[in-house]
């Protein structure tokens, strides 16, 4: 069987700068993350920033991911929040703290259609900071703007966090 990349965030964050600015490279790393994470890989979004704490992606919108309203899925949305949210969470922990979605919420304010953003920013919590000894549970929000910079979408991912394993 095998085990957890204990150190998640530090190895996301040598591939992004590794690849970013390498012609596709945006492609590639998000490639890359879809592929040890396969179903957030099905919505096609690409990071266009990481750093610790912090994720950007942008999703196309195209017929893949449309509705019969002619408007990006709710699903495909949440997911995006999702996959964001993790990056810029995995990339702010410490090594060995685990994390692990155990729930979402979204509100949809705006019917979401052409090129879509979704930003996070994740700041560690105290306990995690000092030292984690107990899991528990950290919310993470997600904002989904279009290309006009209207919100179509607000989420909170939330994450169990437990320390590491001796």
């Not at 998640?8 to 700068?17: A, E, K, R, S, V």
Request: glycine residues 10%.
């Amino acid at each position: 069987m095998s085990r957890a990349n204990p150190s998640p965030g530090t190895q996301l964050l040598t591939n992004w700068h590794r690849l970013r600015s390498l012609p596709f490279g945006p492609r590639l790393f998000s490639w890359a993350v879809g592929r040890t994470a396969p179903y957030t890989g099905t919505v096609g979004g690409v990071y266009t920033h990481v750093e610790p704490g912090y994720a950007r992606v942008e999703l196309a919108d195209r017929r893949g991911v449309r509705n019969h309203l002619a408007s990006i899925h709710a699903v495909a949305l949440v997911n995006l929040a999702e996959m964001t949210s993790g990056v810029a969470l995995m990339t702010a922990l410490p090594p060995g703290v685990r994390g692990i979605v155990t729930g979402l919420s979204i509100e949809y304010r705006k019917k979401a259609r052409g090129r879509l953003a979704c930003e996070t920013r994740a700041p560690i919590p105290d306990a995690v900071a000092n030292g984690l000894t107990e899991s528990l549970t950290h919310n993470v929000h997600a904002t989904i703007t279009d290309a006009s910079g209207d919100t179509v979408a607000v989420a909170t991912v939330h994450w169990r966090l437990s320390p590491p394993t001796p």
